[in-house]
């Protein structure tokens, strides 16, 4: 019989019509578990949306046509307006629709940000860039606190569930969007050596900025947090794009960032000259005052990182699932069993840290929570984004040569695995941050102590870290040197006894056989063969999507 040289076979289907958040054993447990199946149920739509083919194809267009800088209008006007494909609008509109931005801070909901952490989680698979204005939104709340009267007028319409773009005063707008702007040319962790002065005006609270911002990601944003020199020192400002009157306030966009990934998303560099900006805290308080913002973008790039994980193990199981190679399905065959049950335990473990931090938030108000919260995020955030685009690059080469092609959609997983640990706070940064919360609040240790001390007992494994970690604190001479490996072990037995408490067996056992063990051999399908083949199988099925 003549062979059809066109006929397709052993291709596996596209994944879609799948249920992003009900497929989720790992991410529905985590939701339960810190929140209620109540608070899961809300989660039907934004679930069912995320993984359909309408929602892929917005996630690709919206990188394969990136955003232009429009710099004047058609009379030579300066407007600065960034102008995007029509996908990242549907893309933002059902973010903000479904109360990914401000909400949970106005929401008279005990779980808000649980709720909030599982949606961006799943949503954010869709498409990571567009994930950027939406968090920032989120973490500009606490930082607005600082002044009641701002917060009054921001809050609500950062908080509205409304997508409206364009640059108008806040008051002619159904719902508003957040930025920040720290970094310049001279330096982004270091924000001390901030150029950019701001000025007095003589009306209480205001000032004009004069200076630059080398990254301010989605300038077409509303509002920006901005940090500039006044007379007493760095200090947090408020920087409108648009001022009451109607006019636009002095925001030249010198250009939009050509980036390895990120692409959807619009990050541009800035001048400011005569600026009107806000004062927002103290004079000389502005880290202090941001650091809110900071932290709470700290915890999207956890739940950012863990969405990349989880699209990625959604997308090789399923691969795996259905192709076959020398004989079976890729899926049976031992060592991609065991890639696959690795990445699979390495998505897991991202998204019950990522659910416990947001749970933690929720619950401020307790102690332990909130020292929990302070010691966490930076460890969380320095572990999961570090371990993210190594477990990207293994998702992608489970479809072997399909997984380079960029209509797979992993290259611009991949592409944008990176970014999560740069921004907020650089990997070292963070891991030196856990250093900092360690010496200046003894109470963060405490309740690290207590939160993994909750699983002390169950795995020897888990325990002898534990007890790693400790005897590294002993040694307080080296620990700027081994920042890293601290926070790393931190996390590692975090995310260990939150398995060990809550996970099927098996997860946990494949976890602390591996993160929490000294033989750990650092790359994915290492597994310990002695935990059998039909575990590791039980852990893949687990992570693989289905399609009703
Ligand atoms: C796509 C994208 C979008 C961004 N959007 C924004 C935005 O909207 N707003 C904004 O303000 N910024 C934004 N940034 C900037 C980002 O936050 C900074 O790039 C980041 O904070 C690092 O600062 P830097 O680039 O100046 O690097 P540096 O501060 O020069 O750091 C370089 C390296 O040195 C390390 N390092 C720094 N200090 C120490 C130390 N004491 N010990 C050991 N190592 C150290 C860092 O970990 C890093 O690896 C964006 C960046 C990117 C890539």
Redesign the pocket.
């Known amino acids: 019989m003549e062979t059809n040289i066109r006929a397709a076979t052993n291709q596996s289907p596209l994944l879609a019509g799948h249920h992003v958040v009900d497929g989720d054993a790992a991410l529905c447990d985590a939701v339960v578990r810190h929140g209620s199946a109540e608070v899961l149920k809300t989660l039907d739509e934004l679930g069912r949306v995320a993984g359909t083919e309408e929602a892929r194809e917005h996630g690709m267009l919206a990188n394969r046509f990136p955003p232009e800088h429009v710099p004047y209008d058609r009379y030579g006007n300066r407007v600065d307006e960034v102008r995007f494909h029509p996908s990242w609008h549907w893309l933002m509109d059902h973010a903000v629709g479904y109360g990914l931005q401000a909400a949970p801070w106005v929401a008279d909901d005990p779980h808000a940000h649980v709720r909030r952490a599982a949606g961006f989680l799943a949503w954010s698979q869709v498409e990571p860039g567009h994930a950027c204005p939406i968090s ?1 939104t989120y973490a500009a709340i606490p930082a607005l606190r600082a002044d009641p009267a701002l917060a009054d007028v921001w809050t609500p319409a950062l908080a509205a569930p409304h997508y409206d773009p364009g640059t108008r005063p806040v008051a002619d707008k159904r719902g508003a969007l957040a ?5 310049e040319k001279q ?4 924000v001390r050596t901030n150029v950019t002065t701001a000025t007095p005006t003589g009306d209480p609270g205001s000032y004009t900025l004069r200076g630059h ?1 080398w ?3 989605a300038p077409q944003n509303d509002v920006f947090l901005v940090l500039a020199q006044a007379p007493d020192g760095l200090t947090c400002f408020l920087v409108p794009r648009s001022l009451p009157d109607g006019s636009r306030n002095v925001f030249d966009i010198a250009r939009l ?1 050509d ?1 390895l990934g ?1 692409r959807s998303n619009a ?1 541009s560099e800035l001048e400011f000259d005569g600026t009107l900006a806000h004062r927002l805290g103290e004079e000389g308080r502005g880290v202090r005052t941001i650091i809110e913002m900071v932290a709470a973008t700290r915890l999207d790039t956890v739940l950012g990182s863990a969405a990349l994980m989880r699209r990625s193990v959604a997308e090789a199981t399923w691969h795996a699932a259905h192709r076959t190679a020398f004989g079976r399905l890729l899926v049976d065959q031992p060592l991609m069993t065991n890639v696959l049950a690795d990445l699979a335990i390495e998505s897991e473990a991202a998204t019950a840290l990522g659910l416990r931090l947001a749970a933690a938030v929720d619950r401020l108000d307790d102690p332990h929570e909130a020292a929990l919260r302070r010691i966490a995020l930076p460890l969380s955030k320095f572990w999961v984004c570090k371990r993210t685009p190594a477990h990207v690059a293994e998702a992608l080469e489970c479809l072997g040569g399909n997984g380079y092609a960029e209509e797979s959609g992993m290259p611009l997983l991949f592409r944008e695995s990176p ?1 999560n640990s ?8 963070n891991a ?1 941050d856990v250093l900092r919360a360690l010496t200046r609040e003894p109470e963060v240790l405490d309740a690290w102590i207590t939160e993994v001390g909750a699983a002390r007992g169950v795995d020897p494994r888990l325990d002898r870290a534990i007890d790693g970690v400790l005897a590294l604190l002993g040694d307080p001479g080296s620990l700027e040197l081994s920042a890293r490996r601290l926070a790393g072990s931190m996390a590692a037995c975090l995310q260990g006894a939150l398995l060990v408490r809550y996970a099927p067996p098996e997860v946990a056992d494949a976890f602390c056989a591996t993160r929490c063990d000294t033989a750990y051999h650092g790359t994915f399908g290492t597994l310990p063969a002695a935990l059998g083949a039909t575990t590791m199988r039980a852990i893949v099925d687990r992570a693989t999507p289905t399609v009703e």
Do not use: A, R, Y
């Open positions: 920032m930025g920040m702007g720290m970094t330096g982004g962790s270091d911002k990254f301010t990601s960032k980036k990120n990050s970014l740069i921004w907020e706070g650089s990997g070292n940064v030196l």
